[in-house]
């Protein structure tokens, strides 16, 4: 099945730009989307279709996909930003067609 | 605005069945058309997808899960159900109810709503 791999963690200081990757083979071709979770809370759709943005979700989140990799790139990073992210793609030619990575931790320092 | 809320028992015993219901509020279970899904994450773990359920009742399950996974809907109540069977301790985890947004006839899909999730323990 598709396996897509994150970085576990990614430390950023406030104001800086925080970019998390989401490695899967050719992945430029299948739609990426990005979720957000705080500790004890349900993950949040915060990007969808590589870079489109749900209602509510500021423009300093934004999201790219190309080769085989995609990044989910979040600009003057705030202490709210502090949270696991994981990226999913629906994979039509697999008999798993849902896949998630495995999270990655970003840390305002 | 639409809210899931899943309820059921937090503590199953191996062996025997567990059984999760996720109420949709803000809007009929019928309106969009959307599928619904359930998925799940272990304690300090990622997300795995279990299975969704159109309003048919049309269904699919994650090939890992398929043998013990039924998932159910009842729109007249504007819920759908989770049934996962011969549970052991591997199956301990954060049940998440979502719906499923995008293009329904071809996807590719994403889970735009999401439930608080509940805590599911199997022991004895």
């Known amino acids: 099945s598709y396996v897509l791999t994150q970085p576990p963690s990614v430390s950023v200081a406030p104001g800086q730009t925080a970019r998390i990757t989401c490695g899967g083979n050719?992945?430029?071709?299948?739609?990426v989307n990005w979720y957000q979770q705080k500790p004890g809370q349900a993950p949040i759709l915060v990007i969808y279709?590589?870079?489109d943005r749900p209602s509510g979700i500021p423009e300093r989140v934004s999201g790219s996909n190309s080769g085989n990799t995609a990044t989910l790139t979040i600009s003057r990073v705030e202490a709210g930003d502090e949270a696991d992210y994981f990226c999913?793609?629906?994979?039509?030619?697999?008999?798993?067609?849902?896949?998630f990575g495995g999270g990655t931790k970003l840390t305002v320092l | 605005q639409v809210q899931l809320q899943e309820s059921g028992p937090g503590l199953v015993k191996p062996s025997q069945t567990l059984s999760l219901t996720c109420t949709v509020s803000?809007?009929?279970?019928?309106?969009?058309?959307?599928?619904w899904s359930w998925i799940r994450q272990p304690a300090g773990k990622g997300l795995e997808w279990i299975g969704r359920?159109?309003?048919?009742?049309?269904?699919k399950y994650n090939p890992s899960l398929k043998s013990r996974v039924t998932i159910s809907v009842d729109t007249s109540k504007n819920q759908f159900s989770l049934k996962l069977s011969s549970v052991t301790a591997a199956d301990t985890a954060v049940y998440y109810c979502?719906?499923?947004?995008?293009?329904?006839?071809?996807?590719?899909?994403?889970?735009?709503?999401w439930g608080q999730g509940t805590l599911v323990t199997v022991s004895s």
């Open positions: 050719n992945i430029g071709s299948k739609r």
């Open positions: 359920i159109y309003t048919s009742g049309s269904t």
């Open positions: 979502a719906r499923v947004g995008g293009d329904i006839l071809t996807g590719p899909y994403y889970l735009d709503w």
């Open positions: 803000g809007g009929s279970i019928y309106s969009g058309p959307y599928y």
């Open positions: 999913q793609v629906w994979d039509s030619t697999s008999d798993l067609n849902w896949v």
């Open positions: 279709y590589d870079s």
